[in-house]
């Protein structure tokens, strides 16, 4: 597969060097390995950058522009390529995407594995202009196509004992040369896990993503499936999704156990909770030069504060 090459941007770009390497140095890594997996990229899945079509729920979109196609692309966090900004636009063309199932388990009435093709025709896809804030201090827009999670989970009928829902990137070291031993893939205990409460993952918001930007989404932005959650930093938007499981308890995400100190589990965008190393107060949208106030649930505040009245969002950070 032809991976479009462009301008890159250097992580010194967006958060100060000295705090961004300090992310990646808070783990022990081991050197990188030559990588040994061959090419598998498989001609049966929709090239990336193939047309899809939606119609764009105004409704849910941010007015503002879009960021650059070029960058979203080649700007990416997927450490089972690689932990700097350019491997998985390098990297992505090792993830085969088809034939892809997507079990969807646990405490549900009616337990699922869908075919993604299937799952795609299942249902109505549409699009989303969403911000995404990355806890690394960045932003960009981006118009997601999907659809929306609660239309996946009302058919799996989730039971009542069901409280948080576990989402799992695919585990295979053949295709992500992250995840092979002694690989710096970030030191990250694979396969990559996030959560949401069950509410939150039953909010409007909340959006399973097969495109972007009118396309099939690329490998590197999580092809062929991943959820978004707009009003959380972006690692909670776990990419390349294999398993969707409903449970009774708050499930144990990979970046809580890699640093729980510093990533929890809720994760909203909040200007006046600091990462223990940086301020979250602002953000540098890729594109652009001066650096942006960060707003409240990612500016989503009118549509999910409500969700956590009553918390201490100091301590459920
Ligand atoms: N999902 C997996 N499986 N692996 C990852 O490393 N990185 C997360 C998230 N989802 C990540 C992931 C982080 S830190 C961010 S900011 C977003 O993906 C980045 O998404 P993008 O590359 O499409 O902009």
Same mark, same amino acid.
Request: aromatic share 12%; net charge positive; glycine share 6%.
């Given at each position: 597969?032809?991976?479009r /090459?462009a301008?890159?941007f %250097?992580?010194?770009?967006?958060t100060?060097?000295?705090?961004y390497l300090?992310?990646?140095? +808070?783990?022990?890594?081991?050197?990188?390995? @030559?990588?040994?997996?061959?090419?598998?990229?498989?001609a049966?899945?929709?090239?990336?950058?193939?047309?899809?079509?939606? #119609?764009?729920?105004?409704?849910?979109s941010?007015?503002?522009?879009?960021?650059?196609?070029?960058? @979203? *692309?080649t700007?990416?966090?997927?450490?089972? +390529?690689?932990?700097?900004?350019?491997?998985?636009?390098?990297?992505?063309?090792?993830? %085969?995407? /088809?034939? !892809?199932?997507v079990?969807?388990e646990?405490?549900?009435?009616?337990?699922?594995?869908?075919?993604?093709?299937d799952?795609v025709r299942? +249902?109505? &896809?549409?699009e989303?202009?969403?911000a995404?804030?990355?806890?690394?201090a !960045?932003?960009?827009?981006i118009? !997601?196509?999907?659809?929306?999670?609660?239309a &996946?989970?009302k058919?799996?009928?989730?039971?009542?004992q069901?409280k948080?829902?576990?989402?799992t990137?695919?585990?295979?070291?053949?295709?992500f040369?992250?995840?092979?031993?002694?690989?710096?893939?970030?030191g990250?205990? !694979?396969?990559?896990?996030e959560g949401? /409460?069950?509410d939150?993952?039953?909010?409007p918001?909340?959006?399973? *993503?097969?495109?972007?930007?009118?396309?099939?989404l690329?490998?590197?932005?999580?092809a062929?499936?991943r959820?978004?959650?707009?009003?959380?930093?972006?690692?909670?938007?776990? %990419?390349?999704?294999?398993?969707?499981r409903l449970?009774?308890e708050q499930?144990? *995400?990979?970046? #809580?156990?890699?640093?729980?100190?510093?990533?929890?589990?809720y994760?909203?965008v909040?200007?006046?909770?600091?990462?223990p190393?940086w301020?979250?107060?602002?953000?540098?949208?890729?594109?652009?030069?001066? /650096?942006?106030? *960060?707003?409240?649930?990612?500016?989503?505040?009118?549509?999910?504060?409500s969700?956590?009245?009553?918390?201490?969002?100091? %301590?459920?950070y």
């Amino acid at each position: 597969m032809l991976i479009r /090459r462009a301008e890159r941007f %250097k992580a010194s770009d967006v958060t100060d060097e000295t705090l961004y390497l300090n992310r990646r140095a +808070f783990i022990a890594g081991g050197a990188a390995v @030559a990588l040994g997996a061959s090419d598998v990229a498989d001609a049966a899945a929709p090239p990336a950058g193939a047309p899809l079509k939606a #119609e764009r729920n105004e409704a849910l979109s941010v007015k503002d522009a879009a960021t650059k196609l070029e960058s @979203a *692309t080649t700007y990416n966090n997927f450490y089972e +390529f690689g932990v700097n900004k350019d491997d998985p636009a390098r990297e992505a063309h090792r993830l %085969k995407t /088809r034939p !892809w199932t997507v079990k969807v388990e646990g405490l549900v009435h009616k337990p699922k594995t869908y075919d993604i093709d299937d799952l795609v025709r299942a +249902f109505t &896809l549409e699009e989303r202009v969403y911000a995404l804030r990355c806890v690394e201090a !960045w932003s960009m827009v981006i118009p !997601w196509i999907g659809v929306p999670l609660s239309a &996946l989970l009302k058919q799996v009928e989730p039971t009542s004992q069901a409280k948080f829902v576990e989402f799992t990137t695919l585990l295979d070291p053949a295709q992500f040369p992250g995840q092979k031993p002694g690989f710096f893939g970030g030191g990250l205990d !694979w396969p990559y896990v996030e959560g949401l /409460r069950l509410d939150e993952a039953l909010h409007p918001l909340t959006l399973l *993503t097969v495109g972007m930007y009118g396309q099939v989404l690329p490998n590197q932005n999580g092809a062929p499936i991943r959820v978004v959650v707009p009003w959380k930093y972006g690692f909670k938007s776990a %990419k390349s999704i294999v398993r969707i499981r409903l449970v009774s308890e708050q499930p144990k *995400t990979a970046w #809580e156990k890699a640093a729980s100190q510093e990533y929890g589990f809720y994760s909203n965008v909040n200007p006046n909770v600091s990462h223990p190393r940086w301020s979250q107060a602002t953000e540098r949208r890729i594109g652009e030069f001066r /650096r942006r106030p *960060t707003l409240m649930f990612n500016g989503y505040a009118d549509q999910v504060g409500s969700l956590y009245t009553g918390m201490d969002l100091k %301590k459920y950070y």
